[in-house]
């Protein structure tokens, strides 16, 4: 089952607004990566995070691996309407072996 | 680089039929891929774990003779779900570890659609 927690679930935003969501566990992670999931396709890789406490940037997303190995944040800066879709957050968990285990998602909706 | 190429992207067939679904790195190798079933609105969940050259791993609670896996080369791995059923209507999704990114980072492909009516 999952053992990532996602949230939020789901975000209505006005477009040029930032966005933050986070995913945690009780289990330490050795990478975490971020996706980003349209309708009908599959997940795209946004940034990947392997130490902790690293910070990463891509365009106007930002992602951070926690110092805890815990926990992740991914931030948007200044949304626009091609933002909206499913982000997922994704790890290795420390001595699982090669498969990655992904949160639930947090949907996100921007009005123009 | 680190392209995952899923064929076809949708699929409808009758109950009862098999259908193969097909997953090919197209540039680099891929020892291990991976096959995931996602439900509307729901994470992604992870079938099994196929290994080039030999047998695939299957998660608990997935039918192994039911959604067969066959990674036969470096670049390719095949989901068969046989003898399909309107409750194997789902959307599959298969993907690899790139090796030159330091064998952690997974690249997705497009997904398949399947229908079963």
């Known amino acids: 089952g999952q053992q990532l927690n996602q949230s939020p679930q789901s975000m209505f935003i006005q477009e040029g607004e930032d966005v933050s969501m986070n995913c945690t566990s009780s289990?330490?992670?050795?990478?975490w990566l971020w996706y980003k999931q349209d309708p009908g396709e599959g997940p795209v890789l946004l940034i990947a995070l392997y130490k902790a406490g690293e910070l990463t940037s891509n365009g106007r997303l930002t992602a951070q691996f926690g110092i805890t190995r815990k926990d992740s944040f991914l931030n948007i800066s200044a949304s626009i309407p091609s933002d909206v879709g499913i982000y997922f957050c994704a790890g290795h968990m420390k001595g699982g072996a090669q498969k990655l285990v992904f949160g639930q998602g947090t949907r996100l909706t921007i009005n123009p | 680089g680190a392209v995952v190429s899923q064929h076809p992207s949708r699929v409808i067939c009758k109950s009862g039929t098999s259908v193969k679904i097909e997953c090919r790195s197209l540039?680099?190798?891929?020892?291990?891929m991976f096959w995931y079933r996602q439900f509307p609105k729901q994470s992604l969940m992870l079938m099994a774990t196929?290994?080039?050259?030999?047998?695939?791993?299957?998660e608990q609670g997935v039918e192994k003779d039911k959604f067969l896996i066959n990674h036969a080369s470096l670049t390719l791995s095949t989901l068969t779900v046989t003898s399909a059923h309107p409750e194997d209507s789902s959307f599959y999704i298969c993907?690899?570890?790139?090796?030159?990114?330091?064998?952690?980072?997974?690249?997705f492909g497009q997904g398949t659609r399947l229908t079963v009516v």
């Open positions: 196929s290994n080039e050259g030999s047998k695939a791993t299957y």
């Open positions: 289990s330490i992670f050795n990478t």
């Open positions: 540039d680099f190798q891929a020892t291990t």
């Open positions: 993907s690899a570890r790139a090796p030159d990114r330091g064998d952690t980072e997974a690249f």
